[in-house]
T-cell receptor
Framework: NAGVTQTPKFRVLKTGQSMTLLCAQD?????MYWYRQDPGMGLRLIHY???????AKGEVPDGYNVSRLKKQNFLLGLESAAPSQTSVYFC??????????FGDGTRLSIL | GEDVEQSLFLSVREGDSSVINCTYT??????LYWYKQEPGAGLQLLTY?????DMKQDQRLTVLLNKKDKHLSLRIADTQTGDSAIYFC????????????FGTGTQLKVEL
């Protein structure tokens, strides 16, 4: 039982490049979330999903897209990376009103 | 609306008690959580309290909830160097994706 797994763990991109961050959970959780963490700002919700095939915008969705084609996977895409998207990205999942389980994060730098 | 606030830093001596405070604004919160984040790691759930409780104790951790003042605190007894981390409080309001709203996090530094 791996819990929530994020890949990659680190990545450096150039401005304008695109990439996809993968989150996988093996707990059969309905809800999945993508956050970004920046110093002094806590965690801010980017997008979330309440089930397979559904996605919704969070607090800071601009510049990101997501897909949930399979229940266990939640993908976060950056179409044209910008330096302002340099951050640590966390994925989380939960079942019902149970606590969220977090991955270990992806550290992304945009040059 | 939902807004959760915490002070950014707290420094204590090893062996003392630490008290980390949090205020929230949404009275519809049903659960309030404390997460711990160690350097370079994800968030680990420490404890949580249901909104109809005033206090919850779990070994060295005591959570106090003042629902009238919308104030939540986490007390760590006999603080150790391994407790040095960032502590986040979060509130859960049902509906709309079952989202959590996180505070900014409190950096706890434990000094010898």
């Amino acid at each position: 039982n791996a819990g929530v797994t994020q890949t990659p763990k680190f990545r450096v991109l150039k401005t304008g490049q695109s990439m996809t961050l993968l989150c996988a959970q093996d707990m059969n959780h309905e809800y999945m979330y993508w956050y970004r963490q920046d110093p002094g700002m806590g965690l801010r919700l980017i997008h979330y999903s309440v089930g397979e095939g559904t996605t919704a915008k969070g607090e800071v969705p601009d510049g990101y897209n997501v897909s949930r084609l399979k229940k266990q996977n939640f993908l976060l895409g950056l179409e044209s990376a910008a330096p302002s998207q340099t951050s640590v990205y966390f994925c989380a999942s939960r079942k019902g009103n149970q606590p969220q389980h977090f991955g270990d994060g992806t550290r992304l730098s945009i040059l | 609306g939902e807004d959760v606030e915490q002070s950014l830093f707290l420094s204590v001596r090893e062996g003392d008690s630490s008290v980390i405070n949090c205020t929230y604004t949404d009275s519809s919160s049903t659960y309030l959580y404390w997460y711990k984040q160690e350097p370079g790691a994800g968030l680990q759930l420490l404890t949580y309290i249901f909104s109809n409780m005033d206090m919850k104790q779990d070994q060295r951790l005591t959570v106090l909830l003042n629902k009238k003042d919308k104030h939540l605190s986490l007390r760590i007894a006999d603080t150790q160097t391994g407790d040095s981390a960032i502590y986040f409080c979060a509130e859960y309001v049902p509906g709309g994706g079952n989202k959590l709203t996180f505070g900014t996090g409190t950096q706890l530094k434990v000094e010898l």
